[in-house]
């Protein structure tokens, strides 16, 4: 069996190379980059896809979260509620606004924010709630609005992980007053470079974002306010374009890969957890185990490839140290992180492929 790796993205380019290959040329002779007509069909096509009024393609997820974080006036003294079981950039854009991130614990079965210890965290400086949407796993939305609502906050989506995601038949993005998206290659919806989203029904929202990715530019020679270079060029918007197409497609095959991992792998290992009435979209299939180390040493020997997404909180990262928590003060997070890892997830796994996979998982485990 060849390698099976964590995601195959040269699979995918595959099954739509010309497409792909056939948008890029467009651009390259218009030789519209920046700007363009691609990056505001995008923005029109991912709003309707996200159920919203407004999407700003933006350089990043990550620069998604700061333009998000500065709309919204967060600032020095502020603090923000978020995960420490997220990538870092979730905690960054917090930091990079002089304000202070406040680590929430997550619950054991989703992964997400646990809703029931939000509210002792809040204080008279306490601005929003960050929530993210982790593993493409939808977190309990209708939880969060209600603290969000009672104790005045804004409620921002990180949807880096979960474009297309349902809660109760809402998409994820469309749920709070903010939401941003990566498309970061490897995401479930991924552009061929660095690419980024912020979408959100509030027009005034939605235009301070649009001041801050392009230098505060009211027209050409006009800079009304202080901005950034935080585009997504019309390169990735092209590429974004043709893949938005499919993206339904691939989240259910994502999601039949899922069932069968679910159904042969429940009696060894803790599954993913789904919350009732939503649909997640796998952006991996993480499994839990206490012998984590062990098996994904074995997995890779034979040549399975494994992703620990994340094996160090951020409470725990020197990059933090600041906030100064130390550890057992995110008892659920730090106990996940030394349990969980991932196993291949991606729409073109073959039954062939699927099938070794689960046959050496659960060999593993009879070890
Ligand atoms: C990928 C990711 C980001 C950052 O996105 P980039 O496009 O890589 O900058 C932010 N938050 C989460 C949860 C992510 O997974």
Redesign the pocket.
């Known amino acids: 069996m060849n390698k099976i790796p964590l995601v195959d993205l040269k699979a995918q380019y595959k099954t739509i190379k010309k497409e792909i290959d056939l948008s890029l040329k467009n651009v390259i002779e218009k030789t519209a980059f920046i700007n363009g007509e691609e990056n505001k069909l995008f923005e029109e096509e991912f709003a309707k896809f996200c159920d919203v009024k407004y999407a700003i393609g933006v350089g ?6 700061d333009f998000t974080l500065e709309a919204l006036g967060i600032k020095n003294g502020d603090e923000v509620i978020c995960p420490s079981h ?2 870092t ?2 905690a960054e854009a917090i930091v990079h606004r002089e304000a202070t991130p406040v680590f929430v614990d997550i619950d054991e079965g989703t992964y997400n924010l646990d809703p029931n210890l939000i509210e002792e965290k809040i204080s008279k400086n306490t601005k929003a709630i960050l929530v ?1 949407h ?1 593993n493409g796993q939808p977190a309990d939305m209708a939880q969060f609005k209600k603290i969000a609502k009672k104790h005045k906050l804004w409620l921002i989506e ?1 949807a ?2 979960a474009h297309g995601a349902l809660y109760k038949n809402k998409k994820i993005g469309s749920l709070g007053d903010m939401a ?1 998206f ?3 290659p490897g ?1 479930n919806l991924g552009c061929y470079g ?3 989203a912020v979408v959100t029904n509030n027009k005034k929202l939605a235009d301070k974002v649009r001041l801050l990715k392009d230098h505060g530019r009211f027209s050409k020679y006009d800079h009304n306010s202080i901005g950034y270079g935080g585009r997504l060029d019309n390169l990735q918007a092209a590429i974004l374009r043709v893949k938005l197409k499919y993206l339904e497609f691939w989240n259910e095959k994502r999601r039949q890969i899922a069932k069968i991992y679910d159904k042969a792998l429940k009696d060894k290992f803790i599954i993913p957890k789904v919350l009732p009435k939503t649909t997640p979209v796998y ?1 991996v299939y993480v499994l839990r185990h206490p012998q984590r180390d062990e098996i994904i040493k074995k997995l890779n020997e034979l040549n399975i490839a494994t992703g620990i997404y994340y094996p160090k909180p951020l409470h725990l990262q020197k990059a933090y140290d600041f906030l100064g928590y130390k550890k057992g003060d995110l008892p659920k997070t730090e106990k996940v992180c030394d349990e969980i890892f991932s196993i291949p997830m991606y729409p073109e796994l073959t039954q062939t492929q699927i099938k070794f996979i689960i046959k050496q998982l659960l060999a593993n485990e009879q070890d």
């Open positions: 990043s997820g990550s620069v998604a979260l997220t990538f950039a979730t993210v982790l990180d880096a992980q941003i990566s498309f970061f995401k660095d690419g980024g952006y």
